[in-house]
């Protein structure tokens, strides 16, 4: 393998590049006219501008991105996350014109792309679900009876569906039809696919996923958990790993799991699996993301180890250098996504220039970022600036670090989620480890960050005033 096409933008572009190179693997850039001065660009061996800004007429048209590998003589693709990375027909065509997808092969892509699918090719494999049904339900009738045996809340979820959307909610018996309609006619609109399944409503779950990587020789291993619960409206906001509440059992066998759900499907790759942990401590899978995620670094950070390596290696026929014995978990990294979005303003997206651009530096600080200070922001695509990670040797040094961090990174021109970070850095309940998906709804709020600022502002002048005073009372001092 000697030249990797990124079929992709911003830090993850760059990010999959700098292992590229390390490998000494030569990297091609693709972009839309809206990057045309984007850092991924210049950062690549050779740059094809392949379109429009929107990403429909550039990052999304599969055959233009093999035509340009073709005539490169690319000889993989690395599609990063989002765009094309978990689009089968993508990964089949690559298949079918001899380019490398670095990634799972389209045949686990599509089983996992489908909830129902991925339900049915794990039953055997004997690993927990939440209880439901394991296919599509359009009866109304049926959907009563399930749902008195399963016991209310129930939810309803869209079989298509992915990050939340087409999800319902049903409370009580009452509710269930009009509920039932919607959540039908939503997952047609929305993915052409109108299959909807009823599982138990898990009421405040954590999220916690496993990495899993796996050979074409039928290796499997997983690189342990990271905790995904603080989100907001199904986007991340903080990551971490390891997990607080996860004992050392309850690790090895939510691994097990992972590895069986890899096993179910032939992965190949890097991949994620998704489970809700319960209050009792109980887990349940969820689905599997085959591809590589935002918050892979935090993984790479406790574990010692290079995902984009491993995936380039596995993708090159070669058998997992690492076996699950040779891996444990040194330290506690957080990762904080960076948005260009206004906290204060419902997160809306905050366009504009960046004035001012200076990302912080340190021991134990890492920022994936793809942007620098001068460039506009473009409004096309997901309005993430950068990925702050930090790596302590405990949990509390790792926040200690963050919230330094986050007061080092200088950002001018444009609102940023940074004080939203420091906002759950520095909440009572993050801190304690006690929190569940529903941190952000229960605790934020625009009011509470204002009035965080007011004390942080009010603290500052205090200090300045007892400084000032200190001073005047040396100068006051007789000599001795
Ligand atoms: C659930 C659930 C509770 N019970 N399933 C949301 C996204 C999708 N990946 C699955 N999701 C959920 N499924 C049952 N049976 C709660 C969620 C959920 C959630 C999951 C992970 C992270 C954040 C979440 C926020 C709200 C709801």
Request: aromatic share 8%; with cysteine; proline share 4%.
């Amino acid at each position: 393998m000697k030249k990797i096409l990124v079929a992709n933008r911003g830090e993850i572009a760059i990010r999959v590049m700098r292992t590229a190179k390390k490998m000494g693997i030569k990297t091609v850039a693709v972009y839309s006219t809206a990057d045309r001065n984007a850092p991924h660009v210049r950062y690549a061996d050779e740059a094809v501008l392949i379109g429009e800004a929107p990403s429909n007429q550039s990052y999304l048209l599969g055959d233009k991105i093999i035509a340009v590998s073709k005539s490169l003589n690319v000889d993989a693709i690395h599609p990063g996350y989002g765009f094309l990375s978990e689009n089968p027909d993508f990964a089949e065509a690559c298949e079918e014109n001899n380019i490398t997808f670095i990634g799972p092969r389209s045949k686990a892509i599509r089983i996992m792309g489908s909830k129902l699918a991925a339900k049915d090719a794990v039953k055997e494999y004997n690993i927990p679900m939440v209880p439901g049904i394991d296919e599509a339900i359009t009866d109304v009738k049926k959907a009563k009876d399930i749902a008195k045996s399963i016991g209310y809340p129930i939810l309803i979820k869209a079989s298509a569906g992915g990050g939340g959307k087409g999800m319902r909610v049903v409370e009580k018996e009452a509710d269930l039809e009009s509920q039932m309609n919607r959540a039908i006619s939503e997952a047609t609109s929305a993915f052409g696919d109108g299959s909807v399944f009823i599982e138990k409503y898990v009421t405040s779950p954590r999220h916690i996923e496993i990495q899993v990587m796996a050979d074409a020789h039928g290796n499997v291993i997983h690189l342990f958990e990271r905790e995904c619960s603080i989100q907001r409206r199904h986007q991340k906001v903080v990551e971490e790993a390891p997990s607080s509440v996860l004992t050392p059992e309850l690790r090895e066998q939510m691994g097990e799991a992972a590895i069986k759900v890899a096993k179910a499907c032939d992965y190949v790759g890097a991949g994620t699996v998704e489970f809700l942990l319960d209050d009792d401590k109980n887990f349940y899978f969820l689905e599997m993301n085959t591809r590589l995620q935002v918050e892979h670094p935090v993984t790479e950070l406790v574990t010692g180890t290079d995902l984009v390596e491993l995936q380039i290696k596995v993708a090159r026929g070669e058998t997992l250098p690492i076996k699950q014995e040779d891996l444990n978990i040194e330290g506690h990294a957080l990762e904080l996504r960076v948005y260009a979005e206004d906290p204060l303003n419902d997160f809306l997206p905050s366009v504009g220039r960046l004035d001012i651009y200076k990302l912080p530096v340190g021991k134990g600080i890492r920022v994936d970022n793809g942007f620098e200070e001068g460039m506009d922001i473009p409004i096309y695509y997901d309005p993430m600036l950068s990925k702050l990670i930090t790596f302590g040797s405990t949990r509390e040094e790792a926040i200690q670090l963050m919230i330094k961090a986050i007061r080092a990174y200088k950002i001018e021109g444009i609102q940023t989620t940074l004080p939203f970070g420091a906002f759950v850095c520095e909440h009572e309940a993050f801190r304690s480890g006690d929190f569940d998906t529903h941190f952000v709804k229960k605790y934020y709020s625009k009011e509470a960050l204002k009035a965080k600022h007011k004390d942080e502002a009010k603290i500052a002048a205090l200090i300045a005033v007892k400084h000032y005073m200190e001073e005047q009372n040396k100068l006051r001092l007789p000599n001795n």
